[in-house]
């Protein structure tokens, strides 16, 4: 179904600078991905701070893709 979340209560239209600004961010999460992975293939480093820096780094993501895309709910 194309224009999905018009039947999802809360979302709206973006219009072309904020969807520029938002796939700007999405861009951010392939690298830092990449970053993780070879981190978690390390055996000398702390995998407990790479899950923690993990968490922080999708909730930062999540925090400015929702800053752009103003969600109309909590």
């Known amino acids: ?10 979302y709206r239209e973006l219009n072309a600078e904020e969807i520029a600004l938002m796939n700007q961010v999405k861009s951010l999460g392939e690298p830092l991905q990449d970053v993780l992975l070879m981190l978690r293939n390390q055996g000398m480093v702390d995998q407990r701070w790479v899950s923690i820096g993990e968490t922080h780094l999708q909730q930062g993501l999540m925090a400015l893709t929702r800053a752009i895309a103003k969600p109309g709910f909590f």
């Not at 179904?1 to 809360?10: A, L, P, T, V």
């Open 1 to 10: 179904m194309d224009n999905q979340h018009r039947q999802i209560k809360g």
